[in-house]
């Protein structure tokens, strides 16, 4: 069945839109992921990706018939990664099916066939009930935090690294993830940044065009 899903076309479409999405609205935290999952594919051979033109790690399928979440956090995905949602079957959007991000105390419609991506590990989130009668299921992708925590080790679990660094390096690596966070947050874009890139990507490509490049 699993293997059925992930060969489907219309789950593969999904997926790979929910990636571009992620590129467009933060193109940093994908290099950050890109940067890393990339190699971890290309060294551990035996690995497969799910979706051979998505950046995600992992999928999760909810197949309903009324896909219900209580409010959580996925607390081990990378905390400033994003994970992406998905909304499907048949209800109506304005009745029930809401995303519910409890911490910034905002209801959201979430019409089937949209998407939103969120920082999974750190907003508490939830989603409403739909209406009896009705149908709601849902496809999620994520990364998970322990796979960059792997790569940044240089292809170890941190025991691994222990044993194979001195004390005085093993220390300082340990302080670095008091500092990530913050990294985390730097990579994040703001509104003006994403229409200053557009903007440039669209002259550059306006450019090439005369010059018959394209």
Not at 62 to 86: E, K, L, V
Not at 161 to 168: F, G, K, P, R, T
Request: aromatic residues 12%; glycine residues 6%; charged residues 25%.
């Amino acid at each position: 069945m699993v293997d059925g899903l992930l060969k489907n076309e219309h789950i593969r479409r999904l997926a790979i839109y929910a990636s571009a999405v992620f590129s467009a609205w933060a193109p940093r935290v994908f290099k950050y992921y890109k940067q890393r999952i990339d190699p971890l594919f290309e060294k551990l051979t035996h690995l497969r990706r799910i979706f051979d033109k998505s950046i995600f790690t992992s999928a999760a399928f909810n197949f309903g018939p009324n896909a219900c979440t209580f409010s959580h956090r996925d607390c081990m995905n990378c905390p400033f990664g994003w994970c992406a949602i998905q909304s499907l079957g048949n209800f109506d959007h304005t009745l029930g099916g809401h995303l519910v991000l409890e911490d910034l105390k905002l209801l959201v419609e979430f019409p089937v066939g949209c998407t939103i991506l969120i920082p999974s590990a750190v907003i508490t989130h939830a989603n409403t009930a739909i209406q009896p009668g009705e149908t709601r299921a849902s496809f999620t992708q994520y990364c998970a935090g322990g796979l960059f925590r792997f790569v940044d080790n240089g292809f170890q679990t941190q025991g691994q690294l222990q044993a194979s660094v001195s004390e005085e390096e093993f220390r300082r690596r340990m302080e670095e993830k008091k500092t990530r966070w913050k990294k985390g947050l730097d990579l994040y874009s703001t509104i003006e940044e994403l229409i200053a890139d557009a903007s440039a990507r669209a002259e550059e490509e306006a450019s090439q065009r005369e010059e018959g490049q394209i």
